[in-house]
């Protein structure tokens, strides 16, 4: 391997999907069915070390301060390979990464996390990737993961090459576009643990859901009508259509065989106060999303931010809820 850098930290935060990615054309090359939009978070932050230790006998990994469990150590073994391949190194690699937020419980730390990864591996193993190209990287790790390495708003791009060469991220605007839009996070109490993962529940659902293709035949439309709204900083616009498009990749998850259910009364009951909430008001003050987790997003603006918590507090079984800005994405440390 060639000397130089051979350590690099990394640091980025978790996203929340406006459109989500639910199903991929192609799983070697990890290129999703339809492009997505997210939030890039501010706060919750992963800062991942990556060294490249010549005599190690194979590649460590340690989370939050210990080893980490053996699934989540081969899928970093996984990135660090195909970062070994392009740059050409041998070494293995000691990892040291750190969630300052609850690790596997719906906030998207594999998001986060192998953006993270991408970030210090291919940095300390001399690769001098764009962010384009490093977002590239990430999705191997994670399709999430890809949006992460940008703050703001972020497209990705699915694109329509089979060799994968236009399906990236792309930052759409900074975190501070629209400093009046929050996300007022509703941690659920007792969320159930994933019982399938991602990548398997999306692509059940590509093969079972006969809402499936519907959903992919108005993603687009939808896709633009939020672009079109965020670039506006319209929420009258971009309320309904969140929730549409949550409705929507909920819809395909029910109708998935065997059936996808990520939430709890306490996440349906969310769903129902915002509903309420906008009825009563008589104009779209707050939006729900949620991804395939019990958590839920509920977006709104600064000056409604009360009257969604007044909502929310007779609610039994949320345990905490996180004001959260749009915020900064990856960078080197
Ligand atoms: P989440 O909603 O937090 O993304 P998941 O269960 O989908 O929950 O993903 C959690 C998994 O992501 C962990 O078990 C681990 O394999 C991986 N992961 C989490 N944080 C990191 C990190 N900082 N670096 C690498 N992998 C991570
Ligand atoms: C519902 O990116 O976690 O959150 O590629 O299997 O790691 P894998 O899937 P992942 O799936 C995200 C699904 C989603 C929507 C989204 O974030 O776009």
């Not at 991929?24 to 230790?53: G, I, K, M, Q, W």
Request: hydrophobic content about 40%; proline content about 5%.
């Amino acid at each position: 391997m060639q000397r130089g850098t051979r350590t690099a930290t990394y640091e980025t935060s978790p996203n929340i999907a406006l459109v989500k990615y639910w199903g991929v054309r192609d799983p070697a090359r990890a290129l999703p069915y339809n492009s997505s939009l997210s939030v890039t978070l501010e706060r919750l932050r992963t800062r991942t070390r990556v060294e490249f230790v010549p005599g190690l006998d194979r590649d460590e990994f340690r989370l939050n301060g210990r080893p980490a469990a053996p699934a989540a150590t081969a899928a970093v073994a996984g990135m660090l390979d195909r970062v070994r391949d392009a740059a050409r190194v041998t070494d293995r690699a000691r990892v040291v990464s750190r969630n300052n937020f609850q690790t596997a419980s719906g906030l998207a730390s594999s998001a986060s996390g192998f953006a993270a990864l991408a970030g210090a591996a291919s940095a300390a193993a001399g690769l001098r990737l764009s962010p384009q190209r490093l977002s590239q990287l990430a999705r191997f790790g994670s399709g999430s993961a890809c949006r992460s390495i940008f703050g703001g708003f972020v497209e990705w791009r699915a694109g329509r090459r089979a060799d994968g060469r236009d399906c990236y991220a792309r930052p759409l605007y900074p975190p501070r576009h629209w400093p009046d839009l929050v996300d007022l996070v509703a941690l659920v109490a007792a969320a159930p643990e994933k019982s399938v993962r991602s990548a398997v529940a999306m692509q059940a659902s590509v093969e079972t859901s006969p809402e499936y293709a519907r959903r992919l035949a108005e993603v687009p439309g939808r896709l633009a009508g939020i672009h079109r709204a965020i670039a506006r900083r319209d929420s009258a616009a971009l309320f309904p259509l969140i929730m549409e498009e949550c409705d929507s990749f909920r819809l395909v998850c029910e109708t998935t065989r065997p059936s996808l259910d990520y939430l709890t009364a306490t996440s349906r009951e969310i769903l129902t106060a915002v509903r309420d909430l906008n009825t009563d008001t008589g104009r779209p003050v707050a939006a729900y999303t949620h991804d395939a987790g019990a958590h839920v997003h509920v977006f709104t603006l600064g000056r409604h931010v009360r009257a969604v918590r007044a909502r929310l507090r007779s609610i039994r079984g949320i345990e905490r809820t996180l004001l959260l800005h749009a915020g900064t994405g990856g960078r080197r440390i």
